[in-house]
């Protein structure tokens, strides 16, 4: 996803951690995560698998910027779209 160090959208710096990297040492799960559930999801902040964001709200926004790659940042596996998803308060 390229889950950035913060939630400064306006000047994101991708997270370095190559999380199942390892122990695999497999290039192309470089950057990806086992997925929690979302059991009591409003009641865990913060979120992501460093804590960037302390928001559900900021959740949202980051996904519907694209993520990573959508905020111009070199995500070479991200499997979201990095155009915006289009999303509003509805």
Do not use: C, W
């Not at 926004?61 to 509003?88: R, W």
């Amino acid at each position: 996803m390229g889950v950035t160090k913060t939630d400064d959208f306006n000047n994101p710096i991708l997270d370095d951690d190559p999380g199942l990297f390892y122990p695999y040492a497999v290039e192309r799960r470089r950057g990806f995560f086992k997925t929690s559930t979302v059991r009591n999801i409003e009641l865990t902040a913060p979120y992501m698998h460093n804590g960037a964001y302390e928001t559900l709200e900021k959740v949202v926004v980051f996904y519907d910027n694209g993520g990573g790659a959508g905020m111009g940042l070199e995500v070479p596996y991200q499997t979201l779209p990095e155009d915006s998803l289009g999303l509003n308060q509805k």
